[in-house]
């Protein structure tokens, strides 16, 4: 079995939606204090309801890229973990993740800076296409 340091992008993505994640709590307290709405209102933020018709649309944003980095890249913990469990990856699965967790966090800076929506569509489709590849290839790894 060759040594293969498939759960790095991992752990580097891992890390990545941890700061997001704090990033947008401090945030969301700071625009909170600083608007004077009371604590008790910011709960139901998570639903971006409150957030959206109290709070200027430019601030919004931010709270959705949450969701986006809890999603899809299950599939990717699940393939990089499965691929160092069995031992099979290759230098090839490594790039593979590298650039998955390069476009991710691509797709998170452009939604944090509101960026145009076709670029962070196009950065959605790519990083979904990057993963199924790496699905698949994780999945044929173990036949």
Do not use: K
């Not at 890390?15 to 604590?39: Q, S």
């Amino acid at each position: 079995m060759t040594h293969c340091p498939i759960l790095v992008p991992a752990i580097v993505l891992v890390a990545w939606t941890a700061i997001v994640i704090w990033g947008t709590g401090i945030v969301t307290a700071i625009v909170a204090a600083t608007l004077r709405i009371p604590f008790s209102r910011t709960i139901s933020w998570r639903r971006l309801r409150v957030l959206e018709e109290d709070v200027p649309a430019r601030g919004t944003w931010i709270v959705r890229d949450n969701a986006h980095l809890l999603e899809a890249p299950i599939l990717f913990y699940a393939s990089e973990f499965t691929l160092a469990l069995s031992g099979r990856c290759t230098g090839f699965d490594l790039r593979l993740a590298w650039v998955y967790v390069a476009m991710r966090i691509a797709h998170s800076i452009s939604h944090i800076t509101a960026r145009d929506r076709t670029d962070r569509f196009l950065l959605f489709i790519a990083s979904s296409f990057v993963l199924q590849v790496i699905v698949i290839r994780t999945a044929l790894s173990l036949l």
